[in-house]
């Protein structure tokens, strides 16, 4: 099949060198030129626009930081739907408000194409191995149109609703990880004076009733951060589950109430931001904290 990856950060690139794996004809876009160049030595295409991507492929999709992204790849002269694009099958993976997905179904219909949203859980490694989870939304043919290629992304697509459902579960799934890594940081904090082993301090906390999935997949990069403050290279970074919470808690106030501790979560994260450690890896945050208690 051919198909096209608009927004080539992390989680994109990786997305794209799955589908190249499992035998697509991949074309690829990005606003900063050289992020393709991996995936073209891999054998993808380089498209110069959104456009002209769309123009080459029978799925698009997109995968970028924010709703103003959406609107810069999908919208203009040189944008995704600016052609004809008829019976396109674009596929939207982004963390937004529900409303923006919703709005952005409305535009994709009138231009002749069909979209499912379909926002993913996982990192990096899961991208690669095709094991994210998918939460998709849209109407049930379209989300079935759609799966033959999810299937292949994610180790489980769950069709939640209709468009925005899956916008509002991703936003769902992702606040208590976002949490959990202030609360393990302020746990640490609370035992780091008896200088115990690191590995072994996050294997029992993985064992308790408290310990997420998390800590068990990522048990070994906690470790190392917490005794050098660094894990690795970052796959899901401070200022990404900072304009997580934002968008989290700006959904909650638009629908009537409040979010206290994303609220108090966020401001830490912001501090630590501010601090240098926006780039950091989330496997980083718990040694923040503890540091900065002194």
């Known amino acids: 099949m051919k198909i096209g990856v608009a927004g080539l950060g992390r989680m994109g690139a990786a997305i794209a060198r799955r589908l190249i794996d499992v035998g697509h004809e991949v074309h690829v876009w990005n606003r900063t030129a050289e992020r393709a160049a991996p995936l073209a030595a891999a054998g993808a295409a380089v498209a110069a626009s959104p456009r002209e991507l769309a123009a080459a492929v029978e799925a698009v999709i997109t995968i970028v930081t924010d709703a103003e992204a959406i609107e810069a790849v999908y919208g203009g002269p040189d944008g995704l739907l600016a052609g004809n694009v008829a019976g396109r099958l674009f596929i939207e993976m982004s963390t937004v408000r529900p409303e923006a997905e919703t709005a952005l179904?409305?535009?994709?219909?009138?231009?002749?194409?069909?979209?499912?949203?379909?926002?993913?859980?996982?990192?990096?490694?899961?991208?690669?191995?095709?094991?994210l989870l998918g939460l998709a939304g849209g109407e049930a043919a379209?989300?079935?149109?759609?799966?033959?290629?999810?299937?292949?992304l994610c180790?489980?697509?769950?069709?939640?609703?209709?468009?925005?459902?899956?916008?509002?579960?991703?936003?769902?799934?992702?606040?208590?990880?976002?949490?959990?890594?202030?609360?393990?940081?302020?746990?640490?904090?609370?035992?780091?004076?008896?200088?115990?082993?690191?590995?072994?301090?996050?294997?029992?906390?993985?064992?308790?009733?408290?310990?997420?999935?998390?800590?068990?997949?990522?048990?070994?990069?906690?470790?190392?951060?917490?005794?050098?403050?660094?894990?690795?290279?970052?796959?899901?970074?401070?200022?990404?589950?900072?304009?997580?919470?934002?968008?989290?808690?700006?959904?909650?106030?638009?629908?009537?109430?409040?979010?206290?501790?994303?609220?108090?979560?966020?401001?830490?994260?912001?501090?630590?931001?501010?601090?240098g450690w926006g780039g950091r890896d989330c496997t980083e945050l718990p040694a923040y904290w503890a540091g900065r208690k002194g």
């Open 105 to 131: 179904a409305e535009r994709v219909k009138s231009a002749g194409a069909v979209l499912v949203e379909c926002p993913v859980g996982g990192t990096v490694g899961p991208a690669l191995q095709g094991k």
């Open 142 to 152: 379209d989300v079935e149109r759609a799966r033959p290629v999810l299937d292949q």
């Open 155 to 275: 180790r489980r697509v769950d069709h939640v609703g209709p468009i925005g459902a899956g916008a509002s579960m991703k936003l769902a799934i992702n606040l208590p990880l976002a949490v959990f890594w202030q609360a393990f940081g302020e746990a640490y904090a609370l035992c780091d004076h008896l200088k115990v082993d690191r590995g072994w301090l996050v294997e029992l906390f993985a064992d308790t009733s408290g310990g997420p999935n998390v800590l068990k997949a990522r048990g070994a990069a906690v470790a190392k951060a917490l005794a050098t403050a660094e894990s690795g290279s970052a796959t899901f970074d401070c200022d990404s589950i900072r304009k997580d919470l934002r968008t989290m808690v700006a959904e909650a106030h638009g629908r009537g109430f409040a979010l206290p501790v994303a609220e108090r979560t966020l401001a830490v994260y912001d501090e630590a931001s501010q601090a």
